[in-house]
């Protein structure tokens, strides 16, 4: 375990180098930043976040530099945006983010982007008017705890693990761990082994984790939190604000994801599983074949936002087709892969039902009876009530496609302004 896991450590530590290249180009844009600050005269100051101020940064084809801007409490919440847009009129390659609190991404290079949020210079955590005002304490908290380098080592294992099987990110299509739940849980844990077995041990109840102690027992932070932030399977107490879960967006899905990938690390471990998993849709359509099952590959577009936005709304739009297909076959295997920009692709490994039951309306409904005697020529009553039956002789291709017309309006209303059949 020790030998495959210091293995894994060469491989996702980013190179010297290309770390102190980056730095060098933040370093120089935030010069920069400040001159145009000083120049127009704004009360802001600047403070770098995220895996680039923790030391907890992972290898990747493409980095990014969380920058905050933290202004003046003077400043209204509705112009902090646009401030940061009218300072950012002197850079180049500047792309607006949507969201709660409109950001910006900065294109440095090909592989290093900075993104810049406007935030509030807050003391207290309770004055925060958005989450991303809290950044500054998260920051904080995490270079004051963490400072051993085997806990900075095992914050960058359980990323890499996390991001391999797709649970990485708390955006609403991943619905998985965030980069800060990482570093508080693993230095809870104190080890990435030990937060695989302890995940593992989580069942039906929930797994209450409160590092600061700031509740006595753990039914009081079921009565304290708010409903909304307790559905998820853990519960990760800010410990820079004791009325956040950090948690909050975890999905009982991701996590029995997780649960998989660490049982079968423990198992057996192995570099490879440290290693993002390719869907092979080859071998699973020769699969499909081979068990007389049927394969379908779906592609989707919306024009919404790339990002946390068309992620989630592409996410939506395919688990709304499944419960559609469900209807005339049964999903043997299904997925979905976001390209992070506007469109996604799903599969679908279907068995027709060969045969659906239609419920019609109670016997003593004569009115509705008498509709559905007329639409269903063969009918038959149990138990009150009146049923009919449909054979099921469409492949799953022509229902999509028959589905796909019937449904236009329906489609558009989701945001999807494009549907094909890839294969």
């Not at 051993?148 to 708390?170: D, P, T």
């Not at 004791?242 to 967006?249: D, E, F, P, S």
Request: aromatic share 12%.
């Amino acid at each position: 375990m020790n030998s495959v896991l210091q293995e894994v450590l060469k491989e996702i530590n980013p190179p010297v180098e290309e770390i102190k290249n980056m730095k060098e180009k933040l370093n120089l844009f935030i010069e920069k930043l400040k001159e145009v600050l000083k120049q127009k005269n704004i009360n802001a100051e600047i403070f770098v976040g995220g895996s680039f101020a923790k030391n907890t940064l992972v290898k990747k084809n493409k980095y990014d530099a969380d920058v905050f801007l933290r202004f003046d409490k003077r400043y209204q919440n509705s112009e902090i945006s646009n401030l940061t847009q009218q300072i950012l009129e002197k850079f180049e390659k500047v792309k607006k983010i949507h969201g709660s609190r409109d950001y910006f991404q900065i294109k440095i290079s090909d592989n290093f982007f900075i993104e810049l949020i406007p935030v509030y210079k807050i003391r207290r955590v309770k004055e925060a008017q958005n989450i991303t005002d809290l950044s500054y304490f998260h920051v904080r908290y995490i270079k004051k705890k963490v400072k051993s380098q085997k806990i900075l080592n095992e914050i960058k294992l359980a990323k890499a693990f996390c991001y391999a099987h797709h649970v990485y990110g708390a955006e609403s299509y991943i619905k998985g761990f965030s980069g800060y739940s990482l570093e508080l849980i693993i230095f809870y844990y104190g080890s990435f082994i030990k937060f695989l077995k302890e995940i593992l041990k989580i069942k039906d109840e929930k797994l209450i984790i409160d590092i600061e102690k700031y509740f006595k027992r753990k039914k009081d932070i079921l009565l304290d939190l708010n409903a909304s932030k307790l559905n998820s399977p853990i519960i990760l107490i800010d410990p820079t604000y004791k009325y956040r879960n950090v948690l909050a967006a975890l999905s009982k899905e991701s996590l029995i994801k997780l649960q998989k990938a660490a049982k079968d690390f423990l198992k057996n471990p192995s570099i490879k599983k440290f290693k993002e998993e390719k869907t092979d849709l080859e071998k699973i359509k020769k699969q499909a074949e081979a068990k007389k099952q049927e394969f379908i590959l779906i592609e989707a577009h919306t024009e919404k936002q790339e990002g946390d936005v068309a992620g989630s709304k592409l996410l939506k739009f395919y688990k709304h087709l499944g419960k559609e297909i469900k209807k005339y076959f049964k999903i043997k295997k299904r997925g979905f892969n976001y390209n992070k920009k506007h469109s996604a692709r799903y599969y679908f490994v279907v068995k027709s039902r060969k045969e659906i039951l239609i419920k019609g309306p109670l016997i003593k409904d004569k009115e509705n009876v008498e509709k559905f005697e007329k639409k269903h020529k063969i009918y038959f009553t149990k138990k009150a009530r009146i049923y009919s039956k449909k054979a099921v002789d469409f492949s799953i291709k022509e229902f999509v496609e028959n589905w796909k017309t019937k449904n236009k309006n329906k489609i558009k209303q989701m945001y999807i302004n494009d549907l094909k059949i890839v294969y």
